[in-house]
């Protein structure tokens, strides 16, 4: 049984480019949420999808964008990348709003 | 705006001790709490999870306690192993879509 898997493992772009990660959650799971975790800090909660429908959102800037596809696998996208952006994106999936969330090895995106 | 903060940031200890680590969180309206490891590079592993209405979980070697009221949270590791070296996380949740983590504290078990 997979866990969650995330593509690219590592990723490396320059500023002003755009990016697209992707997730597949564990096979049974159909929420997905996707974290930031800079060098040395603990995740940050950007959203999670469910249906389809972005649910919740965290202190992010619209440059940060998602998808959820019928098959429950989900996109995130950055636009306008900023040297900031630099970082472990991680992404969970869960079997509901209530179930607790299992997480990939992330994609490293650096950013030049 | 709940804040969670972990201590100490590192820690480094022989083999064989037992070893507490600390988190604290400022809002005590949560839905849960969970400590996770993470080895470099990697994603996080879930350790225990412990629903609001519970005071402590335990796993092999770990235990894991919940003092809501005064928002601490310890995980007591027994008989630490140069496996166990890591960074763990501690992560509060107020409805299970939204979890605030601490910035973790890397744990390193000297053989």
């Known amino acids: 049984d997979a866990g969650v898997t995330q593509s690219p493992t590592h990723l490396i772009k320059t500023r002003g480019q755009q990016v697209t990660l992707r997730c597949s959650p564990k096979?049974?799971?159909?929420?997905v949420s996707w974290y930031q975790q800079a060098l040395g800090q603990g995740p940050q909660f950007i959203f999670q999808?469910?249906?389809?429908?972005?649910?919740q959102r965290g202190n992010f800037p619209d440059r940060f964008s998602g998808h959820q596809f019928p098959n429950y696998s989900s996109e995130l996208n950055v636009n306008a990348l900023l040297l900031g952006d630099s970082a472990l994106y991680l992404c969970?999936?869960?079997?509901?709003?209530?179930?607790?969330?299992?997480f990939g090895d992330g994609t490293r995106l650096s950013i030049l | 705006k709940q804040e969670v903060t972990q201590i100490p940031a590192a820690l480094s200890v022989p083999e064989g001790e037992n070893l507490v680590l600390n988190c604290s969180f400022t809002?005590?309206?949560?839905?849960?709490l969970q400590w996770f490891r993470q080895d470099p590079g990697k994603g996080l592993t879930s350790l225990l999870l412990?629903?609001?209405?519970?005071r402590e979980q335990t796993s092999g070697r770990l235990n894991a306690s919940l003092d809501k009221s005064s928002g601490r949270s310890t995980l007591y590791i027994a008989a630490s192993q140069p496996g166990d070296s890591a960074t763990y996380l501690c992560?509060?949740?107020?409805?299970?879509?939204?979890?605030?983590f601490g910035a973790g504290t890397r744990l390193t078990v000297k053989p």
């Open positions: 969970a999936s869960s079997s509901g709003f209530w179930q607790p969330q299992h």
């Open positions: 412990i629903q609001s209405s519970q």
């Open positions: 809002d005590s309206a949560i839905y849960n």
């Open positions: 999808y469910y249906e389809e429908e972005e649910r």
């Open positions: 096979s049974g799971h159909d929420t």
């Open positions: 992560a509060v949740s107020p409805n299970n879509n939204d979890m605030r």
